[in-house]
């Protein structure tokens, strides 16, 4: 099993960033979707989720409105696009795939990628 999250970098304050993560190993079509970011010293932070289909989307309420999760089961890919990106963002991105469980929860998914840094500079 493999997730390998791409797609950070350091931009300024207003820019945008479109995260991806590569599924391999798995069954990715019956696996959720999240991403979660963590910044030093603090616990790992729900960002966004996707369900199974791609039929539903869930965002955290600091990110709502600037930030679109989406999938492709084709492609066993998942995006996360990054708009109007605030200092407050940066932080490690991590995507996750779940099985069961509500979306928020980080213990609740079964496989976690290596994390990309995103740095928003003021």
């Known amino acids: 099993v493999q997730l390998q999250a791409y797609g950070g970098g350091l931009v300024q304050a207003g820019d945008s960033l479109r995260l991806s993560c590569a599924a391999s190993?798995?069954?990715?079509?019956?696996?959720?979707m999240g991403w979660f970011r963590q910044v030093p010293g603090q616990e790992r932070e729900f960002v966004s989720a996707?369900?199974?289909?791609?039929?539903?989307?869930h965002y955290a309420a600091p990110v709502k409105g600037r930030f679109t999760i989406s999938r492709d089961n084709t492609k066993n890919m998942v995006y996360l696009q990054m708009n109007s990106l605030e200092p407050e963002d940066t932080a490690v991105y991590y995507c996750?795939?779940?099985?069961?469980?509500?979306?928020?929860?980080?213990?609740?998914?079964?496989?976690w990628g290596q994390g990309t840094q995103v740095t928003v500079s003021s």
């Open positions: 996707i369900t199974r289909s791609g039929s539903s989307q």
């Open positions: 190993g798995f069954t990715f079509s019956n696996y959720k």
């Open positions: 996750a795939a779940g099985r069961i469980g509500t979306v928020d929860l980080a213990y609740l998914y079964d496989y």
